[in-house]
């Protein structure tokens, strides 16, 4: 956890409050990590930590907007911003349209 926050520091992401949320309480059997962060103005945000060795691809942008729309679900209430921290690969394309849907990329 402090390697995240850390990293998010770095790259001027400051956050009050960091909650992790499991995957399967989302049911989702994805290998990722997953936090509901609240920052300073008080907007809370997806945070979405992803460790793999292949590429990430277009429809992993889909797959991840599902993740967030399921978090807002549990919560119950929307995320005003998206990080995605990567320590893979991600495809041009994938990274265009990750940041065309308001995502701010993070790669460690």
């Not at 309480?25 to 990590?33: D, F, H, Q, S």
């Not at 609240?38 to 599902?66: G, P």
Request: aromatic share 8%.
């Amino acid at each position: 956890m402090k390697i995240l926050v850390e990293n998010l520091r770095q790259n001027g992401r400051i956050y009050k409050k960091l909650e992790e949320i499991q995957p399967k309480e989302l049911k989702i059997r994805n290998r990722v990590k997953l936090y509901a962060a609240l920052d300073l103005n008080r907007y809370y945000n997806a945070i979405i930590v992803v460790s793999q060795k292949s590429r990430l691809l277009m429809k992993d942008v889909q797959k991840f907007e599902e993740i967030v729309m399921k978090m807002s679900l549990y919560r119950d209430h929307q995320f005003k911003g998206k990080v995605l921290m990567l320590d893979a690969p991600i495809c041009s394309k994938a990274k265009d349209a990750f940041k065309k849907a308001k995502w701010k990329i993070i790669e460690q």
